[in-house]
């Protein structure tokens, strides 16, 4: 079991960047397929990025391709999603997920959670 803390979340204007991060406790972070997900209000959770065990293989749905990115650093237990150009559609709760096999990126499908942080986009 791994346990998923997110921090990094706030009030930004439209334009604006943010940095996401999520601390991994437990067991081994380098064997988990990590993702984030947003869930906006009355919306269901959507991936906005994943990445592989050792990053080496990402992936962003169009509507966040070219201005978010995921990193990870596993020697640090810490994953990591940086929002460029963020705009009022991206509000939402953020949350990191963890899953041991790359292949889908179905919320369904991540065995574990944090508790999420929000992040508020003004126009």
């Known amino acids: 079991q791994v346990q998923l803390v997110e921090s990094g979340g706030g009030l930004v204007q439209a334009g604006g960047s943010l940095r996401l991060s999520c601390a991994a406790s437990?067991?081994?972070?380098?064997?988990?397929?990590m993702g984030w997900f947003r869930q906006a209000p009355g919306k269901e959770r959507d991936l906005v990025a994943a990445?592989?065990?050792?990053?080496?293989?990402?992936y962003y749905p169009d509507s966040v391709k070219g201005r978010f990115t995921i990193s990870r650093d596993n020697a640090k237990n810490t994953l990591y999603l940086q929002m460029n150009s963020l705009k009022p559609e991206d509000t939402a709760v953020y949350y990191c997920?963890?899953?041991?096999?790359?292949?889908?990126?179905?919320?369904?499908?991540?065995?574990?959670w944090g508790q999420g942080t929000q992040v508020t986009v003004s126009s």
């Open positions: 997920a963890a899953r041991p096999d790359w292949g889908t990126f179905e919320s369904t499908m991540y065995n574990y």
């Open positions: 437990g067991r081994t972070f380098s064997a988990y397929v």
């Open positions: 990445i592989s065990w050792s990053g080496g293989r990402t």
